[in-house]
């Protein structure tokens, strides 16, 4: 079964550093790119950042360019987020989410697969 | 950056209705469009990529359609597990944007 499972989320102050992850399983990790979407309480879909299935390729929001970095290790089939010099503004619920392709940009790069989802609350 | 809308914000419709959906891109974006359906608490599906092409295990009363700027998705006959929420997203440069979103709910 194709499967994306998302931890690391939490409750931080602000300022405070974080780090997600997002196991894969069920599909070759390395074929395709892969991204972070959030979701702030009550809110719409807010895309944070994308990588490259080689992960030589990084993308981000402006909203987070500067604070987070996104990386993936193909060997351990996973996913990360490190989120510093985090926000109130950064509280959301966090997927991971796989490229139907290799590529972030392309017209049939949809993101087919999602994960459950990590809750990050910024708050003091 | 490519500004993405949706129109309505929300619709009250019934089963069995058809409903339609737009999504406007603030430049042309070719058919480099993706709908996503969500339900409260859950993680969003992906219905249609490229525009108009029906992601696998997808039920075919939805269906998409559009290119430039202007995008519609369609459901020919609405039923009870399709009240949700409905995201238009383009990915055709980065940063990649979702439109606001359409509730469509019970009337």
């Known amino acids: 079964e194709v499967q994306l499972l998302e931890s690391g989320g939490g409750l931080v102050q602000p300022g405070g550093s974080l780090r997600l992850s997002c196991a894969a399983s069920g599909f070759t990790f390395s074929s395709y790119a892969m991204s972070w979407v959030r979701q702030a309480p009550g809110k719409g879909l807010e895309w944070v950042s994308a990588i490259s299935s080689s992960g030589h390729s990084t993308y981000y929001a402006d909203s987070v360019k500067g604070r987070f970095t996104i990386s993936r290790d193909n060997s351990k089939n996973t996913l990360y987020l490190q989120m510093n010099s985090l926000r109130a503004d950064d509280t959301a619920v966090y997927y991971c989410a796989k490229f139907r392709s290799s590529q972030i940009s392309c017209y049939y790069c949809g993101m087919d697969v999602w994960g459950q989802g990590t809750t990050v609350t910024v708050s003091s | 950056d490519i500004q993405m809308t949706q129109s309505p914000s929300s619709l009250s419709a019934s089963v069995g209705d058809r409903v339609t959906i737009t999504c406007r891109a603030s430049?042309?974006?070719?058919?480099?469009l993706n709908w996503y359906q969500q339900k409260p608490g859950k993680a969003p599906k992906l219905l249609i990529y490229a525009a108009s092409s029906l992601q696998s295990g997808v039920p075919s009363r939805f269906s998409g359609s559009g290119s430039g700027t202007d995008f519609t998705l369609t459901i020919s006959s609405l039923q009870p597990e399709d009240f949700a929420t409905y995201y238009c997203?383009?990915?055709?440069?980065?940063?990649?944007?979702f439109g606001p979103g359409t509730k469509v709910d019970i009337k």
């Open positions: 430049q042309s974006i070719s058919n480099y």
């Open positions: 997203q383009q990915t055709f440069s980065t940063p990649l944007t």
